[in-house]
């Protein structure tokens, strides 16, 4: 198991930035891809961004490819997720997750995940 706490999360203006913390726990000598979801009130929680044990493979969501960067520092058991020109549409509880994995891999359905941060919330006003 990993456990994971997310931090960094808040309240920006549009067109703003902010970046999220996710510190993980309990993997020593494990590798796991790590990545973000998010829910906004009403909706289902979605996809945002994965990245591999290595770094070097990552994926994003359309909707926030080229704005959003994802990265990790192993040594840390940390990965952040930096977000530039934020948007009304982007305000949502933003959840950590991370998978075992054996390969270089990165996963984008939430089933294939199994640890869940309890989230951060990011407010985006207009």
């Known amino acids: 198991q990993v456990q994971l706490v997310e931090s960094g999360g808040g309240l920006v203006q549009a067109g703003g930035s902010l970046r999220l913390s996710c510190a993980a726990s309990?993997?020593?000598?494990?590798?796991?891809?790590m990545g973000w979801f998010r829910q906004a009130p009403g909706k289902e929680r979605e996809f945002v961004t994965a990245?591999?044990?290595?770094?070097?493979?990552?994926v994003y969501a359309d909707s926030v490819k080229g704005r959003f960067t994802i990265s990790r520092d192993n040594a840390k058991n940390t990965v952040y997720l930096q977000m530039n020109s934020l948007k009304p549409e982007d305000t949502a509880v933003y959840y950590c997750?991370?998978?075992?994995?054996?390969?270089?891999?990165?996963?984008?359905?939430?089933?294939?995940?199994?640890?869940w941060g309890q989230g951060t919330q990011v407010t985006v006003s207009s």
């Open positions: 309990g993997r020593t000598f494990s590798t796991y891809v």
């Open positions: 997750v991370a998978a075992r994995t054996y390969y270089d891999s990165v996963y984008q359905n939430e089933a294939d995940f199994n640890s």
């Open positions: 990245i591999s044990w290595s770094g070097s493979n990552t």
